[in-house]
């Protein structure tokens, strides 16, 4: 069964702080590994990943994807408020799109 | 473009009544995905299809049924509302087959059932 895992569960900092969130998985052939972001509504896509080693960049958000070790970092550097939210980390793999539980992320003025 | 289309957006219901979500997508995806979602959880995948015509299991299964009769529609039953299947729920879709698309998904509907 397909499974992905997420960590820390809740994540609480100071705004301007740097954050990292981690996500492994293991899933039967592997196709890619998202990150969404969920504010009050539904989940917003911030990146897929589909190659080892390549890092995407949006902003201040970045990602890399280890496929060799089966794990994913989502890292936000200098937080601010409207960065809290649940990030979900996903995993495509022969058919399933399966979801983690999510890290929670609370960031404080 | 309309993107993943869910109604209704809110429901109440009472025990042991039973009610359709409706999913539609215009994006010519082939898969498609119900999840809900628990107050402070992640998504727990509820049914899939890889297209018409065909559907399968996720995770948590009970007490639902869906139907892929188009590429575009994917819609959700409930037959026997329960008090557990109090949740937000969300409709996905995406496109698998040499390249992979991230899953789009709709707004989402929250059902109570009292």
């Known amino acids: 069964e397909d499974k992905v895992v997420q960590s820390p569960l809740s994540l609480v900092v100071h705004e301007g702080d740097t954050v990292t969130l981690n996500c492994s998985y293991e899933v039967t052939n592997f196709r890619s590994l998202l990150w969404y972001k969920q504010e009050k509504k539904a989940p917003t896509f911030l990146f897929m990943l589909t190659s080892s080693g390549i890092e995407k960049k949006s902003g201040r958000l970045s990602s890399i994807l280890d496929k060799k070790e089966l794990f994913s970092i989502l890292n936000i550097t200098a937080t601010q408020t409207g960065d809290s939210a649940i990030y979900l980390c996903a995993v495509t793999g022969n058919e399933k799109l399966t979801f983690g539980t999510g890290t929670r992320l609370t960031i404080i003025p | 473009n309309a993107g993943v289309t869910q109604t209704p957006k809110f429901r109440i219901l009472k025990i042991g009544q039973s009610m359709t979500l409706q999913c539609t997508q215009d994006m010519n995806h082939n898969y498609m995905y119900w999840y809900r979602q628990d107050p402070g959880m992640g998504l727990k995948l509820i049914y899939y299809?890889?297209?018409?015509?065909?559907?399968d299991k996720g995770e948590v299964p009970n007490g639902y049924n869906v139907s892929r009769s188009t590429t575009e529609d994917f819609p959700l039953r409930l037959e026997l509302a329960a008090p557990s299947q109090t949740s937000v729920y969300f409709c996905a879709s995406s496109y698998l087959q040499t390249g992979v698309t991230e899953a789009f998904f709709g707004q989402g509907t929250r059902l109570t059932v009292v």
């Open positions: 299809s890889v297209g018409a015509g065909i559907t």
